[in-house]
């Protein structure tokens, strides 16, 4: 084999090991990749059904329902325009309480529940996530209006 053939075969075989690499890296992010929706957009059809996502606004006053096992639990999230029916088995964090922002990770099913793997509170009283603080100021939601007056508007 010639050295010109040779350095050509060489050059062509890096490029198909990068080529390879890259995409298992790619395929890789997006299988980790977690996207975030408002209960609008869940509402809307804009939420994937087959893969997991995020649904984040307030817990809705009195939708708090704990089954006889003590670790199911039913509730609603909204960001004052929609809400979403969620089902999570599991703990709760102490901060989870109605009426106080929430992120929930989880799949949405074909009867409109969102079955939750994951349940996140908020972490004090200043804090909500950006998303859903923002889903709740396109609401017209007044604890939007309430929370972030002080901060130039901004979640």
Do not use: C, W
């Not at 059904?49 to 649904?55: E, H, S, V």
């Not at 929930?104 to 074909?110: C, F, I, N, Q």
């Not at 996140?120 to 007044?142: C, F, I, R, V």
């Amino acid at each position: 084999m010639k050295p010109r053939t040779r350095r050509a075969v060489a050059i062509a075989a890096g490029v198909a090991i990068v080529g390879v690499a890259v995409g298992l890296v790619l395929k890789a992010f997006q299988s980790n990749l977690v996207f975030f929706f408002t209960p609008t957009q869940v509402a809307g059809k804009q939420a994937p059904l087959d893969r997991n996502f995020r649904i984040g606004g307030l817990v809705e006053e009195g939708s708090v329902k704990r089954q006889a096992d003590a670790l199911r639990v039913n509730f609603k999230v909204t960001d004052g325009a929609q809400t979403i029916p969620v089902t999570y088995i599991g703990i709760l964090p102490d901060l989870f309480k109605e009426g106080k922002g929430v992120v929930a990770e989880g799949k949405l099913g074909a009867d409109g529940l969102f079955t939750a793997s994951q349940v996140l509170a908020k972490h004090d009283e200043n804090y909500m996530p950006p998303e859903a603080a923002e889903a709740l100021k396109q609401a017209g939601h007044p604890m939007a209006k309430e929370k972030f007056a002080g901060q130039g508007g901004k979640p």
